[in-house]
């Protein structure tokens, strides 16, 4: 079993459509997660982080997070074609020693 | 805030030469940096961890006399590929801790070819 699961995609959504990108997650101990977002051909960039359980918003995105079901899932709303690229979940374990990544997950927004 | 840089962003050499590649954070102390490698269109896969001071942690199949990592300053990491081959041809990202929650905050990549 992987530390962090996502489903590989593609997720294709309509222009002004809410995207739901979601992430499962092994290590119950886990503190810290993340949400990356990686162009194509370009390095991973942070867009949001998450610690407690429930919603965590900044503009267009929302964290939400589930300790008891080990579940992390990342909301776009109002989807831009701009937002098309491979978001990447990760997840930091106890005291912060090993930081998992998953594989994945690529969304294209349609104009 | 949290900037990490990366030198140089792009390198040719040929095959059987050396080429370091240097990660710095420019806005933090860094203690821990990390060392990825990402084919096209697969995920990335951590190299290394690099802990200032000391000697890196390298993960399972990565060969540490291959690849040489020192993290000399809090701010510097360099990762050298000695004697490469065409198949080290990749894409090299560097990342750095941050001080928060342990987020890691990402240099913009080398891309190597080896010909």
């Known amino acids: 079993q992987k530390e962090v699961e996502q489903n590989s995609g593609p997720l294709s959504v309509p222009e002004g459509a809410i995207a739901s990108l979601n992430c499962t997650y092994s290590d119950r101990g886990s503190q810290s997660f993340f949400w990356y977002r990686q162009y194509s051909g370009k390095s991973p960039e942070l867009i949001m982080s998450?610690?407690?359980?429930g919603d965590k918003e900044d503009g267009r995105f929302t964290a939400q997070l589930n300790k008891a079901s080990q579940y992390v899932s990342l909301l776009i709303r109002d989807s831009q074609p701009s937002d098309s690229a491979t978001y990447l979940c990760a997840v930091n374990g106890y005291n912060f020693n090993k930081f998992y990544f998953g594989s994945g997950t690529k969304l294209n927004v349609k104009p | 805030g949290a900037v990490v840089s990366q030198h140089p962003s792009r390198v040719i050499c040929k095959s059987g030469t050396s080429v370091k590649i240097e990660c710095r954070s420019l806005d933090f102390q860094a203690t821990t940096m990390f060392w990825y490698r990402q084919f096209p269109k697969q995920s990335l896969m951590l190299m290394a961890t690099?802990?200032?001071?000391?000697?890196?942690?390298?993960e399972q199949g990565v060969e540490k006399d291959k690849f040489l990592i020192n993290h000399a300053s809090l701010t510097l990491s360099t990762l050298t590929v000695t004697s490469a081959h065409p198949e080290d041809s990749s894409f090299y990202i560097c990342?750095?801790?941050?001080?928060?929650?342990?987020?890691?905050?990402f240099g913009p990549g080398t891309r190597l070819t080896v010909t």
């Open positions: 690099s802990n200032e001071g000391s000697k890196a942690t390298y």
């Open positions: 998450i610690y407690s359980n």
């Open positions: 990342s750095a801790r941050g001080l928060v929650r342990g987020e890691q905050y």
